[in-house]
Each structure stands twice: as C-alpha cells, then as structure tokens.
C-alpha cells in the first residue's frame, strides 16, 4: 500500500520520510520479521516525487505538487505484520493524556489515546495494558523500572529511538506519533518511529521556534520543548540508563 504524502508542516518535504529512511540504518539488531525478510522494515520508506496532471493527450500539463511516495503506515508486509505471526502494535493519539504519558493505568476510555495499527481494528489492548500500567508503577521509582525494564521492552530499540529523538529535537514523538510493537517470538515491546517531521527546530505547528541545543528537560517560555516531556516512561529512561544512552551515542558518531 503506497500514499502521496504532501507535507504540510515541513515544507521541505525532507524531515519525514528522509527520517524514516535514516532511521533504519541505525539498528544493530532486527526484528523477528527482518530475521526472516530483511527487506521488511520499522519505519516507512519513500522518496521525493512532483506531480504533473494532463487532462487529455493533447493539453498542457498542469504541476499539482510536490510529495512524496510513501509505504502507507496500512503496509502490513512491509513490516512483517503477517498472518499467523505473534505481533501487535499501537499508535498513541494524544501527546496531553496521562494515559499516554504514563502517569494513569489504562482506563475504560482507552480507545481515546490509543488505537490498533496492527491487527487493524484490534479492540483487545489486556497485553498492552500489562505492559503500561506497569511503567505507571514505576513513577518515582527508577531502581524498579531499570530492574525490570529489559521483561517488557526491548532495550536496543529504546536506546536508538530516545536517542535519535534527541538529537534530532524531535519534540514530537514522546507521547504522540510513539507506535509501541509487540514480538510474541521475543515477548518484548520496541518503540517504533511514526510521522517524523517535528523536528531540527520546528514545533508541531510548523514553526522555527527552538534552537539545536535544546534537550527534554528545557522549557521555552514556561513550556516544555518535548510533547510528553513528563511522560513516566522517558523521564525514568534518561536517569535509569544514562550510561548506555551516552554509548549509544557515542558509538552512533562514530
């Protein structure tokens, strides 16, 4: 399933689809899907594409526009979300909600900050659920969250998406745009990127308004810089595995 992609907060139409290409190169490891079929991927893919309309054969052509030719977030195989295969994942919707910031368990108006990219349609949320509301339980308590942390997630792709995220100045993708993406086969979650162009200054209103040196615990102006900047899952991330974000880091300039 392919989409024209046209651009509307990022007008160079380079951040979102040129994100998820580079993205992908930074994993060591792969997914079970990737495992079986390296071609299938995490993110989207795309390239750059203008349109040109011509009424008849005879007329002149008429330029609409300039997008981009995208793997459609709806891609199954592309991502190895095949029948029979274990795997579930989650698109959060909100970046204010504490449910998508972690700061309250899974409530009955669950389907307001959280919907199924895969199954599509999937109104059975009891394994996300478990795995949520335990990060809700580790709000103020990082010696238990980092203890704990690699029976739940999958720490490599923690590592790159936070500091990807970061580096980046992705303010947008903490709470809102995160698709979290279960592996029966490893029993774990991987945080998944989705809608990249909040980023390299730009708030989520397509405006430059924040400098390169910015990080998730600033505020401009009384607000946070980062959507989700509380959220118990990544305030708990920076302190309870600094060390291996700075490797990570480090071994990504490198």
């Not at 290409?21 to 750059?48: F, H, S, W």
């Not at 659920?129 to 792709?157: P, Q, R």
């Not at 708030?203 to 946070?224: M, W």
Request: some cysteine; aromatic content about 16%; charged content about 25%.
């Amino acid at each position: 399933v392919f989409c024209v992609k046209a651009d509307y907060a990022e007008s160079t139409s380079t951040h979102n689809t040129q994100n998820a290409n580079l993205v992908e190169t930074l994993y060591n490891e792969k997914t079970p899907a990737q495992i079986r079929d390296p071609r299938c991927r995490t993110t989207i893919y795309g390239y750059p594409i203008v349109i040109f309309h011509q009424q008849t054969e005879t007329d002149t052509p008429v330029f609409i526009g300039k997008y981009n030719f995208n793997f459609d977030k709806g891609s199954e195989e592309a991502f190895g979300f095949n029948e029979g295969v274990d795997v579930e994942s989650w698109e959060f919707k909100n970046n204010t909600s504490d449910q998508c910031n972690f700061l309250a368990p899974i409530g009955e108006k669950w389907d307001e900050d959280f919907e199924a990219r895969y199954p599509d349609k999937n109104t059975n949320i009891s394994r996300f659920k478990v795995m949520h509301d335990w990060v809700v339980s580790t709000k103020g308590d990082v010696a238990k969250f980092k203890a704990e942390f690699e029976n739940y997630f999958d720490l490599h792709f923690a590592l790159i998406y936070y500091v990807y995220t970061s580096v980046m100045l992705m303010v947008d993708q903490r709470a809102k745009n995160m698709f979290l993406t279960y592996w029966g086969e490893t029993g774990k979650w991987q945080p998944w990127f989705y809608d990249n162009d909040t980023c390299i200054g730009i708030n989520n209103e397509g405006l430059l308004v924040f400098d390169y040196y910015h990080e998730d615990i600033d505020t401009v102006e009384d607000a946070n810089v980062y959507n989700g900047q509380n959220s118990t899952l990544w305030v708990n991330f920076r302190e309870a595995f600094a060390e291996e974000i700075q490797e990570t880091y480090q071994s990504l300039r490198n």
